[in-house]
């Protein structure tokens, strides 16, 4: 039994996952950076640990030190949190090898969904269907016009060693293609130092729509619904919902069921999430899956009423799940905004000293937060300083209780996207659920001529 | 002369034109690191670049000026 948790994370899943551990009687172990050292977490939890300067590389990807507090604490498991080490499956083998639980997938399976090329793959073979595209990188233009003819326009073109929307364009025909390929691959190159491409078929006005799943290490799986992220700016989630307001009770059926089906193929086990792209007929494609708790997972537990962080450690622990699929029902919607320190226009992230700084308060309402007042948000991290969820019994009286908290959550000395979140909430093509991946380019940037 | 001004409060994660390179519009000149983010900062006009005011792993703030471009 799981007696004592290292927590490899900072910020609010930090103080997220400790908040669990001690309502299950479970003892925490945070570790900090120089940076993080008046982080709200790091005195929640029963012992922490400075593991070293601000950079992560230096700090919480530095695995030999995080070992080494493991070793000096004593602690049976770790949780990884998301970002950081959480997908990194060198850190998840090396717990198993030191007698620690890794609060998550194996990293066989870790391995498997780390590599776009190889999770396409798998999904594929678990009968997923998948975004018509390449099935490896390609170098030139030349190979890139042959792919294009077999995908059709428009097309996405992606970066293979990229991330944070670098390196992706999307084209309409050959001559865009080349010349985007050239530019993109040589930004690519300066970048990450892998000039190297691949296509996507770009399908048109789709939707963000990932489900939950968990799974035990017994061949039992279940799905949790899904969560729709479609409101995201610079290819990050902005605001999340759950339930889509999209999909009819039969197409969220055939994505539970397949999503299920994949991950009992995949012997996966623990939480995870499969994003799926889905069009206008809602056909579904899917995009990728990650191996973790999500950023945006307290929407799922306020509408199941489930604990994910509690499941994920009685996984751990070796536990059947108790939970049936049949058992679960969706009570109400529940909606998430990311309160992110940024211009809320640019989008350039605002670091700074907090000066003020109000939560909103209430019932039903729910603050996830990494600071406080006085707090100084250094450059070093994700820019999300919370995370504000609200639920209601409709889409429409969640949206009510979320423009009441926004306008009540007060933040000064920084930037944030407060106003741009007030200004998406009453947005008629959101209040009429009309929200899609390219809803902030569409609706939001337009008002200001960006 | 152009000023190539921080959009952004971060620091200098990579310098991609040096001193003397003659630059297009639109070229980037540095690439600056915040929050997890790197933006490019490009030339508003094509030219020289006669100074770099920053070095790899400045700080520099919104507004300063990383570059003057003639």
């Known amino acids: ?450 | 002369m152009e000023e190539v001004k921080a959009s952004m409060a971060g620091s200098v994660w990579k310098i991609v034109a040096n001193q003397g390179d003659s630059v297009e519009e639109g070229q980037d000149i540095v690439i600056l690191e915040s929050m997890k983010m790197e933006i490019p900062i490009p030339a508003e006009a094509a030219g020289t670049v006669k100074e770099l005011k920053v070095a790899e792993g400045d700080f520099v703030n919104e507004g300063d000026i990383i570059a003057i471009v003639e």
């Open chain 1, 1 to 450: 039994m799981i007696k004592k948790i290292l927590i490899a994370n900072r910020g609010e899943i930090a103080a997220r996952i400790i908040r669990t551990c001690k309502r299950m009687n479970i003892d925490t172990v945070a570790i900090y950076s120089e940076a993080d050292e008046g982080s709200p977490y790091v005195s929640m939890a029963d012992e922490s640990f400075l593991i070293g300067p601000p950079r992560v590389n230096e700090s919480y990807l530095n695995m030999d030190k995080i070992f080494e507090v493991a070793k000096e604490a004593k602690v049976d498991a770790i949780h990884p949190g998301y970002g950081f080490l959480s997908e990194n499956d060198q850190f998840a083998k090396i717990c198993t090898e030191m007698g620690i639980v890794f609060i998550g997938p194996s990293s066989n399976v870790m391995k498997q969904m780390g590599s776009k090329i190889l999770a396409r793959k798998s999904m594929e073979q678990a009968g997923l269907p998948v975004v018509p595209g390449t099935d490896g990188a390609v170098s030139t233009a030349d190979d890139a016009l042959a792919a294009a003819e077999e995908i059709g326009y428009p097309i996405m073109l992606k970066a293979s060693a990229g991330g944070g929307g670098i390196g992706m364009q999307v084209v309409y025909s050959d001559a865009e293609l080349v010349k985007a390929f050239d530019s993109n691959s040589k930004r690519a190159l300066t970048f990450f130092g892998d000039g190297s491409m691949f296509l996507e078929k770009k399908i048109e006005n789709a939707r963000h729509i990932e489900l939950q799943i968990l799974a035990d290490h017994h061949g039992n799986a279940i799905h949790l619904f899904e969560r729709e992220c479609s409101i995201q700016r610079r290819n990050q989630k902005v605001i999340e919902e759950a339930p889509s307001t999209f999909i009819t009770e039969e197409t969220r059926k055939s994505m539970g069921d397949a999503a299920v089906r994949a991950v009992k193929m995949l012997g996966y086990t623990n939480a995870g999430t499969i994003e799926f792209l889905v069009d206008e007929q809602e056909n579904y494609y899917f995009l990728e899956m990650n191996t973790r708790i999500q950023v945006e997972h307290p929407i799922t537990e306020e509408i199941t009423g489930i604990d994910l962080v509690e499941q994920q450690i009685t996984i751990a622990n070796g536990k059947e799940l108790s939970l049936n699929q049949e058992n679960l029902v969706i009570d109400g919607h529940a909606i998430e905004a990311r309160i992110y320190a940024e211009d809320p226009v640019s989008f350039f992230p605002s670091p700074g000293r907090i000066s003020l700084f109000v939560l909103p308060e209430g019932q039903d309402i729910r603050n996830e937060t990494a600071v406080k007042e006085d707090y100084l948000v250094t450059p070093f991290y994700d820019p999300m300083i919370g995370k504000l969820i609200v639920k209601g019994n409709t889409r429409d009286d969640a949206i009510a209780l979320l423009k009441h908290a926004l306008s009540d959550y007060k933040v000064e000395g920084i930037k944030t996207n407060i106003p741009m979140l007030l200004n998406i909430v009453d947005h008629e093509q959101f209040l009429s659920g009309n929200t899609t991946t390219g809803f902030v380019e569409t609706y939001y940037l337009t008002q200001f001529n960006k």
